[in-house]
């Protein structure tokens, strides 16, 4: 017996795993039937009674979110009845909902304005009071809730339970007084109650991070993967005017489904604090031509007798700027190969999508310098070495290890993106884009390789890492033919034998949120 | 109102022709690109077609969506047909319109230039060329015309940004002044 | 405020505008000049059929004195840039200015010679100041006729007061000049 | 020592014409290069012109716009369908409110709304055209006189222009750019009393016309510098795609009003002027015709314009009213999705035409079923028509270079885009 059904969406044939709800199959076929409570990642309730479908020989109305695909069915999600039901549900759905919007952070982003503007778009027939109920209830550390405008579709509650495991959320009291509350003696304090947002298809729930600072309608969207630990969930950067204004989870099914951590959301903080946003010689702003000479005369006394010279690569760097660096430590022949990243949070590991490392790429930096045949040592045996070694070319700001008072002692020259950690003693700074500013790759723990794209331009003089690698390979005589990450990624593929088959994807360009349709 | 000429067209460059359609009370023809120079000088020529009145031409970039719901530009190649030249033309005698369009792929976005026939098509053609970089074979002059000699790309492809200048001239006292930032 | 502004783009234009004592002379020869205003219109766009209006029967720039468009660079004194600069239009803007004779004035009319106003885009300037200095900036798209002739007034003040950039300019070398003699 | 003739030349740096040779008085036989804009009083800020000229002939006319290129497609593609108004005023800014018509024509297309539109709406859609199409004449005309030194027609056709921006200022708010149309209608009605004063308007611009007419059509001056310069057969003007005054000048009896009509000009009488020379002088004489023509068909407008609402009553383009909109969630979230998200077009093409200041004035949507166009290009009149330029220009002397820019009227918003 075949494991699949073929069942009849208005007219269109379709064929689906056996078990498949009908909503998400007429998905497959173009038909977006409209629901507020059923989110593919999480159970099914079908409460909010939105996405009503008729099916033939079934004289009443069906949840077409729970109704599972049964082979020949015939379902119809336009015809009178079924219409008829979504109008009027939406109609109740807005009975007690307050004129918000214009002050609504969800606004632009909503699920009830664009189901009712979709499917109802009828004037309000209305005229009674409408119950009202607390505005800014604080919920925990990061979430305010809005009693009036929920809409009671038990998402958040659902991603408490099931994402993060614990109960938080429920309803309390009836009718048109039902009112979503924290669970008694709870408050909405775990890991991933972020993702309560995400889903909330209304501006009930609002991140205490995001409220009021940008409108959603203005952001663009770039996808990207987290570099808060080595899980790499697949994120959006929302930006506007060259900074990052939240970041959102993207939905992969191998990673990180529908979810990311509360944890994850906040690195985007880190993309304009303490940045170095200019090259500097000896403490000193200087421009690049100056720096990198600088760098190069600093160096040149070492290449002769590579053995004197250590590099530093980064697990918390992409693939592109860590093979770089590993080239040029190769082309060097230097004598010691050093891995640098955050040391391990092991309270953080949690089962789900937290791990320990806190490194986005600790696994990509261990394959590229086992490619190019390296032989790499962590970072914090940096002391022991100190003393046969009289220059260092880092990448990143991550130096666990290594006293400060030894550090100046040495030619120290850093690729960093931030000016602090070991930065401020190097004796060569050279500016790097963060994750978000260029394009590139990081694997993550599960060895999967992923894409960054660059949502906006770095700050000053900045440039990506591998390219300031470059620059400084060349000021000292060693020619790496590269222009763009794409060419660093094919010779990459090329050295590294697990990924010879990998592709660089297009670059995205940003997609503006405002004609991208609703999301919620 | 221009059906007879889709079906006068069908019959005699049926191997020359792609498909046809209507849309909004216009009839669209989609020529292949080595057969445009034939058909459009049939079409100008023939006196039941006597197209004698050029309307404009234009590009369509196809990169970010497409009617036919082609996947997204992360996974579609290069070979695959990004750009549409658009001919609109009319006919005063006849009283009918066409649009020509001719599909180009990314790799080469090429095709004969029909400023021969029409002379209006001369700067047209030279704006999607500018706007666009579709290369016009055979054109008289093909220039910039609205940006400059210096500019780099085509700004009405959907992959530059809007907002990229490329600045010829500022002032020497003002701090931000784009063109003495380093160039990346 | 607006007026303001617009001097930090030289370097603390202010301050030496401040050390700049006007003698009765000056002030003789700044109230000629800004009564004698002779315009020098570099219509590009739109705002040049109210430049036309305000030049028209009805609004009368003649009143200010200022009525007589000169084509020619070196015969006058104010450029008024009526619309939206280009980045290809940038350097004949730049030549323009340059082929004026000292002292001379600018009006930015419009937001699009302000700002670039709402064309943000590959082409269009931000403001024609990315340029050369403005002294008085006009907003509106385009400016009614009444704004304009405000800013003419604007203008004339600061004429006046011995405040546009070109007398700025102008005053400063002189300081320069005699500071460099009394070393 | 040198001599008497040396030492003049010294001091005055050149020598005196008695003492030049022949050759030195002969005219240089190669020929000259004179570059002529983009900031010249003719060009209209916006055109350069490289001309090769011998002696005052011009032999090869390099024709250069895009000084003033701000984009419309770029910007178009970044903003909601309605959020285009303000980009078309400002492409033919003379006269801007058929550029609003004509996108809302092409919206509409693309919509399937096209001809739904009510009829007080496309009536008074086409009172502002027509009077956008008198102030364009009037610049028009106006602005080529005072080139050729008729500065008293420019202030009186000024004068006529400027009761027209305050007749138009009261129906939309503002002077020059009105973003007054909107699509499925028009964004508020007439002022009440905006009939008695149109009717006014006219009678006092019939006379005004008189006035002109009879300054220009007998001076000599005018008709030297306009008859026979920039002549246009009419099969070249055909071929070059011209439209318009310039089109009939040369005698092709073609005008979108009338070849392909569309809102509610089938009920309106009008002649079309058809030329026969294809000169400059038969260019100002469409024009000044056009002008009366247009008050023929505001007069009949306004006799035959009926009561009724101004827009479409339909929620997928028409905003809901006010104080529904601030008092209801359903007419909020209305009002909300049409202006941040804009009207939902479905995906689609469509190309409509109106018959603008200067000609057929076309726009080419592609629909991608979002709140924006994803494609929104601009068939400008003024464009094709300066690509003539280069030919109309040749053989004729620097200063007609003149009177034939003006006549073409060329207009560097709606040329350049």
């Given at each position: 017996m075949s494991d699949q059904v073929t069942l009849t969406i208005d007219g269109h044939q379709v064929s689906v795993p056996k078990g498949t709800n009908v909503l998400e199959a007429a998905k497959l076929v173009g038909i977006d039937i409209s629901a507020f409570c059923y989110h593919p990642g999480l159970p099914v309730v079908a409460q909010c009674r939105q996405c009503l479908v008729s099916v033939e020989k079934n004289p009443k109305l069906q949840p077409s979110c729970q109704q599972?695909?049964?082979?020949?069915?015939?379902?119809?999600?336009?015809?009178?009845?079924?219409?008829?039901?979504?109008?009027?549900?939406?109609?109740?759905?807005?009975?007690?909902?307050?004129?918000?919007?214009?002050?609504?952070?969800?606004?632009?982003?909503?699920?009830?304005?664009?189901?009712?503007?979709?499917?109802?778009?009828?004037?309000?027939?209305?005229?009674?009071?409408?119950?009202?109920?607390?505005?800014?209830?604080?919920?925990?550390?990061?979430?305010?809730?809005?009693?009036?405008?929920?809409?009671?579709?038990?998402?958040?509650?659902?991603?408490?339970?099931?994402?993060?495991?614990?109960?938080?959320?429920?309803?309390?009291?009836?009718?048109?007084?039902?009112?979503?509350?924290?669970?008694?003696?709870?408050?909405?304090?775990?890991?991933?109650?972020?993702?309560?947002?995400?889903?909330?298809?209304?501006?009930?729930?609002?991140?205490?991070?995001?409220?009021?600072?940008?409108?959603?309608?203005?952001?663009?969207?770039?996808?990207?993967?987290?570099?808060?630990?080595?899980?790499?969930?697949?994120?959006?950067?929302?930006?506007?005017?060259?900074?990052?204004?939240?970041?959102?989870p993207r939905h992969n099914a191998d990673v990180n489904k529908y979810w990311m951590c509360d944890e994850g959301r906040f690195t985007y903080h880190d993309l304009r604090v303490e940045?170095?946003?200019?090259?500097?010689?000896?403490?000193?702003?200087?421009?690049?031509?100056?720096?990198?000479?600088?760098?190069?005369?600093?160096?040149?006394?070492?290449?002769?007798?590579?053995?004197?010279?250590?590099?530093?690569?980064?697990?918390?760097?992409?693939?592109?700027?860590?093979?770089?660096?590993?080239?040029?430590?190769?082309?060097?022949?230097?004598?010691?190969?050093?891995?640098?990243?955050?040391?391990?949070?092991?309270?953080?590991?949690?089962?789900?999508?937290?791990?320990?490392?806190?490194?986005?790429?600790?696994?990509?930096?261990?394959?590229?310098?086992?490619?190019?045949?390296?032989?790499?040592?962590?970072?914090?045996?940096?002391?022991?070495?100190?003393?046969?070694?009289?220059?260092?070319?880092?990448?990143?700001?991550?130096?666990?290890?290594?006293?400060?008072?030894?550090?100046?002692?040495?030619?120290?020259?850093?690729?960093?993106?931030?000016?602090?950690?070991?930065?401020?003693?190097?004796?060569?700074?050279?500016?790097?884009?963060?994750?978000?500013?260029?394009?590139?790759?990081?694997?993550?723990?599960?060895?999967?390789?992923?894409?960054?794209?660059?949502?906006?331009?770095?700050?000053?003089?900045?440039?990506?890492?591998?390219?300031?690698?470059?620059?400084?390979?060349?000021?000292?005589?060693?020619?790496?033919?590269?222009?763009?990450?794409?060419?660093?990624?094919?010779?990459?593929?090329?050295?590294?034998?697990?990924?010879?088959?990998?592709?660089?994807?297009?670059?995205?360009?940003?997609?503006?949120?405002?004609?991208?349709?609703?999301?919620? | 109102m221009a059906q007879k000429v889709l079906d006068a067209l069908t019959a005699k460059w049926a191997d020359a022709i792609v498909r046809t359609g209507s849309a909004h009370g216009d009839e669209i023809v989609w020529v292949k690109r080595d057969s445009l120079l034939d058909v459009a000088t049939w079409l100008r020529d023939d006196p039941a077609m006597a197209f004698d009145s050029p309307v404009f031409c234009t590009c369509i970039d196809w990169l970010d969506w497409h009617p036919t719901g082609r996947p997204p530009s992360e996974t579609w190649t290069e070979d695959k047909p990004r750009f549409t030249v658009c001919y609109q033309l009319r006919s005063l005698a006849h009283h009918h319109r066409l649009r020509v369009e001719v599909e180009l792929p990314e790799h080469d976005p090429r095709l004969s230039s029909l400023a021969g026939l029409w002379p209006a098509f001369n700067w047209q053609e030279r704006e999607t060329f500018d706007m666009y970089g579709i290369r016009f074979d055979g054109h008289p002059d093909l220039r910039r015309i609205y940006m400059y000699e210096e500019f780099i790309g085509y700004p009405l492809r959907k992959d530059y940004p809007k907002e990229k200048r490329q600045p010829l001239v500022r002032r020497d006292d003002l701090i931000d002044a784009p063109h003495k930032a380093e160039h990346k | 405020m607006g007026l303001e502004l617009t001097t930090t783009r030289l370097e603390n234009a202010a301050e030496w505008a401040k050390l700049a004592k006007q003698s009765i002379l000056d002030k003789a020869t700044n109230w000629g000049r800004k009564f004698s205003l002779f315009t020098y219109p570099f219509v590009t766009a739109c705002c040049g059929m109210e430049f036309m209006s305000v030049a028209g029967p009805k609004y009368d720039i003649a009143r200010f004195g200022a009525e007589f468009p000169r084509f020619s660079p070196r015969q006058s004194d104010l450029l008024m840039i009526v619309g939206t600069i280009t980045e290809k239009q940038g350097p004949a803007l730049k030549r323009v200015f340059d082929q004026m004779a000292e002292p001379k004035w600018v009006i930015a009319f419009g937001v699009c010679a302000s700002t670039g106003g709402f064309y943000q885009n590959y082409s269009a300037m931000p403001g024609a100041d990315q340029v050369i200095p403005v002294d008085v900036y006009i907003p509106g798209c385009p400016p009614r006729p009444e704004q304009v002739l405000d800013a003419l007034i604007m203008l004339m003040d600061r004429i006046q007061a011995g405040r546009g950039h070109s007398q700025v300019r102008t005053k400063r070398e002189q300081l320069v000049a005699t500071a460099n003699d009394s070393e | 020592?040198?001599?008497?003739?040396?030492?003049?030349?010294?001091?005055?740096?050149?020598?005196?014409?008695?003492?030049?040779?022949?050759?030195?008085?002969?005219?240089?036989?190669?020929?000259?290069?004179?570059?002529?804009?983009?900031?010249?009083?003719?060009?209209?800020?916006?055109?350069?012109?490289?001309?090769?000229?011998?002696?005052?002939?011009?032999?090869?006319?390099?024709?250069?716009?895009?000084?003033?290129?701000?984009?419309?497609?770029?910007?178009?593609?970044?903003?909601?369908?309605?959020?285009?108004?303000?980009?078309?005023?400002?492409?033919?800014?003379?006269?801007?409110?058929?550029?609003?018509?004509?996108?809302?024509?092409?919206?509409?297309?693309?919509?399937?709304?096209?001809?739904?539109?009510?009829?007080?709406?496309?009536?008074?859609?086409?009172?502002?055209?027509?009077?956008?199409?008198?102030?364009?004449?009037?610049?028009?005309?106006?602005?080529?006189?005072?080139?050729?030194?008729?500065?008293?027609?420019?202030?009186?056709?000024?004068?006529?222009?400027?009761?027209?921006?305050?007749?138009?200022?009261?129906?939309?708010?503002?002077?020059?750019?009105?973003?007054?149309?909107?699509?499925?209608?028009?964004?508020?009605?007439?002022?009440?009393?905006?009939?008695?004063?149109?009717?006014?308007?006219?009678?006092?611009?019939d006379g005004v016309i008189a006035e002109v007419e009879g300054l220009l059509n007998n001076n000599k001056i005018f008709y030297d510098r306009m008859s026979g310069i920039g002549a246009m057969t009419k099969a070249d003007a055909i071929a070059s795609g011209c439209v318009g005054p310039i089109a009939r000048a040369c005698g092709v009896d073609y005008d979108v009003r009338r070849d392909y009509p569309y809102s509610v000009y089938p009920e309106l009488e009008f002649d079309v002027p058809v030329g026969t020379s294809g000169d400059c002088l038969d260019r100002y004489l469409v024009r000044v015709e056009e002008l009366k023509q247009c008050i023929r068909i505001l007069r009949q407008c306004l006799k035959q314009i009926p009561a009724g609402p101004i827009m479409i009553d339909d929620h997928r383009v028409a905003l809901p009213p006010k104080t529904d909109a601030y008092n209801t969630i359903e007419s909020m979230i209305r009002h909300f999705k049409h202006i941040m998200d804009g009207i939902r077009v479905p995906a689609g093409e469509a190309y409509a035409f109106v018959e603008g200041g200067n000609g057929e004035l076309g726009f080419f949507i592609v629909a991608d079923g979002t709140g924006r166009p994803y494609k929104a290009y601009c068939r400008s009149p003024s464009f094709v028509h300066l690509s003539t330029s280069e030919q109309l220009i040749k053989g004729h002397l620097i200063a007609d270079v003149v009177p034939i820019f003006g006549m073409i009227n060329m207009i560097g918003g709606e040329c350049d885009k």
């Open positions: 599972t695909c049964g082979e020949g069915m015939v379902v119809h999600t336009t015809d009178a009845q079924s219409t008829l039901a979504r109008k009027q549900q939406l109609e109740f759905t807005l009975v007690n909902h307050p004129i918000d919007c214009p002050i609504c952070d969800k606004a632009g982003e909503c699920t009830l304005q664009k189901l009712y503007f979709d499917h109802d778009n009828a004037n309000s027939r209305v005229d009674t009071p409408k119950v009202h109920k607390a505005k800014v209830v604080d919920l925990g550390p990061h979430i305010v809730l809005d009693q009036e405008r929920c809409i009671l579709c038990s998402r958040c509650i659902r991603v408490c339970d099931e994402v993060a495991g614990q109960h938080q959320l429920e309803f309390a009291h009836r009718g048109d007084h039902e009112l979503l509350t924290t669970a008694p003696g709870e408050q909405l304090d775990n890991a991933y109650s972020l993702n309560t947002v995400d889903v909330c298809p209304v501006g009930a729930l609002t991140a205490k991070d995001y409220r009021f600072t940008m409108r959603a309608w203005e952001l663009d969207a770039t996808p990207s993967v987290c570099t808060g630990c080595s899980t790499g969930c697949n994120i959006e950067i929302h930006h506007k005017n060259g900074r990052a204004w939240r970041l959102i940045r170095l946003a200019s090259a500097t010689v000896d403490g000193l702003p200087a421009g690049w031509d100056r720096a990198i000479a600088q760098a190069a005369k600093r160096l040149g006394v070492f290449l002769k007798d590579p053995a004197q010279i250590g590099v530093v690569l980064s697990a918390v760097h992409n693939n592109e700027d860590n093979f770089a660096l590993a080239r040029l430590a190769r082309e060097w022949k230097v004598g010691h190969v050093f891995v640098a990243g955050k040391p391990p949070v092991p309270a953080r590991a949690d089962g789900r999508l937290k791990t320990a490392d806190v490194n986005p790429n600790t696994a990509g930096v261990k394959a590229i310098a086992e490619a190019l045949g390296l032989s790499t040592r962590p970072a914090y045996e940096l002391e022991g070495t100190l003393g046969s070694l009289r220059a260092l070319v880092t990448l990143g700001d991550v130096l666990p290890g290594a006293p400060t008072g030894k550090l100046k002692e040495l030619e120290l020259i850093s690729i960093s993106a931030h000016e602090r950690g070991a930065v401020p003693h190097a004796k060569v700074a050279l500016p790097s884009a963060a994750w978000a500013e260029c394009a590139g790759t990081i694997t993550n723990a599960k060895g999967m390789v992923q894409r960054q794209h660059a949502a906006f331009a770095p700050p000053g003089q900045a440039i990506a890492g591998w390219e300031a690698v470059v620059r400084l390979a060349h000021a000292t005589g060693v020619k790496l033919p590269w222009v763009h990450a794409r060419d660093v990624f094919k010779e990459m593929i090329g050295q590294v034998p697990a990924w010879k088959d990998l592709t660089w994807p297009r670059e995205a360009r940003p997609l503006a949120l405002r004609f991208a349709g609703s999301r919620g | - | - | 020592m040198p001599d008497q003739s040396t030492l003049k030349q010294l001091v005055l740096g050149r020598k005196d014409v008695q003492d030049l040779s022949d050759e030195e008085h002969a005219l240089p036989p190669d020929l000259m290069t004179v570059n002529m804009g983009p900031s010249h009083p003719a060009m209209h800020g916006t055109v350069r012109i490289v001309l090769t000229v011998d002696g005052e002939k011009i032999v090869k006319g390099d024709v250069q716009p895009g000084y003033l290129h701000r984009c419309f497609e770029k910007e178009s593609e970044h903003a909601t369908y309605t959020q285009v108004f303000p980009y078309t005023d400002r492409l033919n800014y003379v006269s801007p409110m058929i550029n609003n018509c004509g996108w809302a024509m092409a919206v509409e297309k693309v919509l399937g709304i096209y001809g739904k539109v009510p009829k007080r709406a496309e009536y008074i859609r086409v009172i502002v055209s027509e009077m956008s199409r008198m102030t364009d004449h009037l610049t028009c005309i106006g602005a080529s006189a005072m080139e050729l030194g008729a500065f008293t027609a420019f202030l009186y056709f000024l004068k006529a222009r400027e009761w027209l921006y305050e007749l138009l200022e009261t129906v939309s708010g503002a002077r020059l750019t009105h973003s007054y149309v909107r699509v499925g209608g028009v964004s508020k009605d007439l002022p009440a009393g905006f009939d008695a004063s149109l009717t006014n308007c006219l009678e006092r611009i």
